[in-house]
Nanobody
Framework: QVQLVESGGGLVQAGGSLRLSCTAS????????MGWLRQAPGPERELVAG???????YYADSVKGRFTISRDNAKNTVYLQMSSLKPEDTAIYYC???????????????????WGQGTQVTVSS
């Protein structure tokens, strides 16, 4: 199991920016697909962005052109740069890791097994 710790959430006005960070414990970080998911009030978590071990990226249509996912394997850290934030981006954001080192499911919400504790992002209008 991978331990994940997120930081960087907060309150921002519409149009503003935030950068989320997630540091993972353990070995093999560079071989894992990593993702950011969010949960607004409701039962489902939405995959916002994913990045494969090879650096391929996926973005939900709702955030394309505004969010950027990146990773620093030397620091065991994945980032989510969020710009042009909208009130509908308000949610708890979770960092997630794929335990399967051979998986290519970085673009699927169900491709992730381990989760951080989440960080709240609130965008005011």
């Amino acid at each position: 199991q991978v331990q994940l710790v997120e930081s960087g959430g907060g309150l921002v006005q519409a149009g503003g920016s935030l950068r989320l960070s997630c540091t993972a414990s353990g070995r093999s970080f560079s071989r894992r697909n990593m993702g950011w998911l969010r949960q607004a009030p409701g039962p489902e978590r939405e995959l916002v962005a994913g990045i494969s071990r090879n650096g391929n990226t996926y973005y939900a249509d709702s955030v394309k052109g505004r969010f950027t996912i990146s990773r620093d394997n030397a620091k065991n850290t994945v980032y989510l740069q969020m710009s042009s934030l909208k009130p509908e981006d308000t949610a708890i954001y979770y960092c997630a890791a794929d335990r399967n080192l051979f998986s290519s499911n970085y673009y699927r919400a169900d491709g992730y097994d381990d989760w951080g504790q989440g960080t709240q992002v609130t965008v005011s209008s």
